[in-house]
């Protein structure tokens, strides 16, 4: 064998060794290599995701004090006992502010509202007779006691005055007052059936006890 010969097997196994090292070590460690690619990827990801969360929970602690006078005020608006009797007496003065001549309330028993809410709801019928501005002004009132209230269904009716000429406003309105759920004690209290508040310009009865 020649030299030439020689230089030309020893070139051809030169590249055999070359290809058997590619499939015997790298190629075999491709299937690592993208493995490794696609957990670096994942925690890339991962890692953003977290970066996004850091920065929302900043944002809150940031905005720590705001948050805190905001949960109080939704507090005050939904407090933690039904407090019927004290929002009875505030629709009567928001009446008799207004110049309603008449107003009738009666409240039904707490239960959770339909909505599913984790609160307790107390249901009450508004009946208010006045002219059209004292009706206008009362809703206005109603609208700003400090306590959540929803008005679900409202009615109003004009009778004519064969004295006066004028029209008295008949107002009927179903609404909702809310409170945190009760515990054992508080579930076992519920509103008066029936409560009616006097006209304008006399003394409330006081509260029957019960």
Avoid at 96 to 111: M, N
Avoid at 146 to 163: C, F, K, P, V
């Amino acid at each position: 064998m020649n030299q030439r010969a020689r230089l030309i097997l020893a070139i051809v196994g030169a590249v055999l060794l070359c290809l058997a090292i590619y499939f015997l070590l790298v190629r075999s460690r491709q299937g690592e290599l993208n493995e490794l690619n696609d957990n670096i990827a994942a925690e890339e990801s991962r890692t953003a995701q977290l970066q996004v969360e850091l920065e929302r929970l900043r944002d809150l602690q940031r905005r720590a004090p705001e948050l805190q006078a905001e949960l109080d005020r939704f507090r005050d608006l939904v407090p933690p006992e039904d407090q019927i009797p004290n929002l009875i007496f505030s629709i009567d003065e928001a009446a008799k502010e207004a110049g309603i001549d008449f107003v009738d309330i009666t409240p039904e028993l707490p239960k959770p509202p339909p909505e599913g809410a984790p609160l307790a709801e107390v249901r009450m019928t508004i009946g208010a007779d006045g002219g059209y501005f004292a009706i206008q002004d009362f809703m206005r009132r109603l609208y700003g006691l400090d306590r959540a209230l929803r008005i679900d269904n409202l009615t109003m009716a004009g009778t004519e005055d064969q004295e006066g000429g004028g029209t008295t406003i008949t107002l009927t309105l179903t609404a909702r007052v809310f409170y945190e759920v009760p515990g054992a004690t508080g579930a076992a209290t519920g509103a008066p059936p029936n409560t009616t508040a006097p006209a304008p310009g006399t003394t409330p009865a006081p509260a029957p006890t019960p």
